[in-house]
């Protein structure tokens, strides 16, 4: 058996779901400490699965854990994974307009609250990709962010808190349950991005205790990830629900 890191997950994701013509579901595997994964048995195994809306119909929902606080802002000047401008100025100044005076005594604060995230072209809804902020000079006046960008892209400045992921995966259950109507769940599959749960909310189970309250009781499976797969996109600090019908 051999097994292969794939640098670029998110290019995979699209080429996957276009040439199969799917709607993709899914997560990249993550582990809860640095113990190493090992394979040491070859053979058959299971690594996923294939539904036909023939035989079961399937809705997916997603909620975010981010919220933005800033309006859409351009990439103007940018290198690799680091922005130097946003709509013409410094992006460290544009940054710092955004958040206020909150983190001006100590910006290591900001690791792990404020993050990037890139709007979805074409969709229909608020929907996009968030992305880790991994470096800022307040004397170059840039910031680095977890993924490579180009001039002319969009961004939002967003947070991380628990209050807003509760509240979108309220808004997330209560539309998928609109769209389920009378009809009766014969199971599902949630997967949480690993900085949610118990690393988010006091209690470990909150996701699944809004899930049931919503939806009430159903046969439930899922996993903990490291980037959250729904549609051809991998997301961040999400979490993906589909039900089976």
């Known amino acids: 058996m051999q097994i292969r890191a794939n640098r670029q997950p998110w290019r995979a994701i699209k080429n996957l779901a276009r040439e199969t013509n799917s709607y993709l579901i899914g997560g990249l595997t993550a582990a809860s400490d640095e113990s190493p994964h090992i394979s040491d048995q070859s053979g058959k195994a299971i690594s996923g699965a294939l539904l036909s809306p023939e035989t079961c119909e399937i809705l997916t929902g997603l909620s975010q854990g981010c919220s933005p606080i800033s309006e859409t802002l351009t990439i103007t000047k940018s290198q690799r994974n680091i922005i130097l401008e946003l709509d013409g100025r410094p992006a460290f100044d544009v940054l710092l307009d955004v958040t206020g005076k909150e983190f001006l005594d100590n910006l290591q604060k ?8 890139f709007p979805i072209p074409g969709s229909d809804k608020a929907d996009y990709t968030v992305r880790n902020l991994v470096g800022l000079d307040p004397q170059n006046k840039v910031i680095a962010i977890s993924e490579n960008i180009s001039d002319g ?18 808004r997330m259950s209560e539309d998928l349950k609109r769209r389920i109507g009378e009809k009766q769940i014969r199971g599902g599959i949630y997967i949480s991005c690993a900085a ?28 903990y ?13 999400t979490g993906v629900l589909a039900v089976f019908l």
């Open 153 to 170: 892209d969009k961004l939002l400045f967003c947070r991380r808190d628990k209050e807003s992921a509760v509240k979108d995966m309220y």
């Open 110 to 117: 900001m690791g792990g609250t404020i993050f990037v995230a």
């Open 225 to 237: 990830a490291n980037g959250e797969i729904s549609r051809d996109e991998i997301y961040a600090y």
């Open 196 to 223: 949610r749960g118990p690393n988010q909310f006091p209690d470990s189970a909150r996701e699944l205790d809004i899930i049931t309250e919503t939806l009430g009781d159903f046969p439930l499976a899922g996993f």
